[in-house]
C-alpha cells in the first residue's frame, strides 16, 4: 500500500475564496431584489388600506347620517366626523409615499350625510416608482384607484 504525502488532501486557499465568493453572491442578490419587493408590497398595501378607508368613510356617514372629514399631513391621515372631533380611525402614511392636489385636495375629501362625496375630482399619490391617481366620482360616493 502507497501513503500519501502530508498537504495533498486538502484545498488550496484560492479554491475556498472563489467557493465562498460564488455563495456569498448567490445568496446576496436575492436579498436585494426582496428588500425592493417588499417596498413594494408596503406600498400597495397602503393603497388598498386607503380605499377601504374611504368606502368606510362613505359607508359610516351613511350609517350614521355624519359628516365625515378626511383630514391628513405628510405623516398620517385620518377620518374624523367634525375638524376638531377625535379620529374615527388614524393610519400612517409609509414614507416615501406623498399625496398631491389634483381638483381637489385630500383635505377637501367630505363625505355627507348620505354618503356622497361632497366635490368630485381627482387626487394623486406619489411614490419613489410608481404614482396612482385617485378619482372620486359625483354620486353614490363611488371612486377608483388607477395606476399611471
Do not use: C, W
Not at 19 to 30: H, K, M
Not at 85 to 102: E, M, T
Not at 135 to 140: C, F, I, M, S
Amino acid at each position: 500500500m502507497s501513503q500519501k504525502p502530508l498537504g495533498e488532501d486538502g484545498h488550496t486557499l484560492a479554491e475556498m475564496v472563489i467557493v465562498l465568493l460564488i455563495i456569498t453572491v448567490t445568496i446576496g442578490i436575492p436579498i436585494l431584489t426582496f428588500h425592493s419587493f417588499q417596498n413594494q408590497k408596503e406600498i400597495d398595501y397602503f393603497i388598498e388600506l386607503l380605499a377601504e378607508d374611504l368606502r368606510y368613510a362613505q359607508q359610516y356617514a351613511y350609517a350614521h347620517e355624519k359628516m365625515i372629514f378626511l383630514e391628513s399631513d405628510k405623516t398620517s391621515y385620518a377620518l374624523k366626523e367634525s375638524v376638531y372631533s377625535k379620529p374615527l380611525l388614524l393610519r400612517k402614511i409609509p414614507a416615501g409615499v406623498k399625496f398631491d392636489r389634483g381638483t381637489i385636495s385630500t383635505s377637501e375629501i367630505i363625505y355627507n350625510h348620505n354618503g356622497n362625496i361632497r366635490k368630485p375630482g381627482t387626487f394623486y399619490i406619489r411614490t419613489a416608482k410608481n404614482n396612482y391617481k385617485v378619482v372620486l366620482l359625483l354620486g353614490r360616493g363611488r371612486f377608483y384607484v388607477e395606476k399611471m
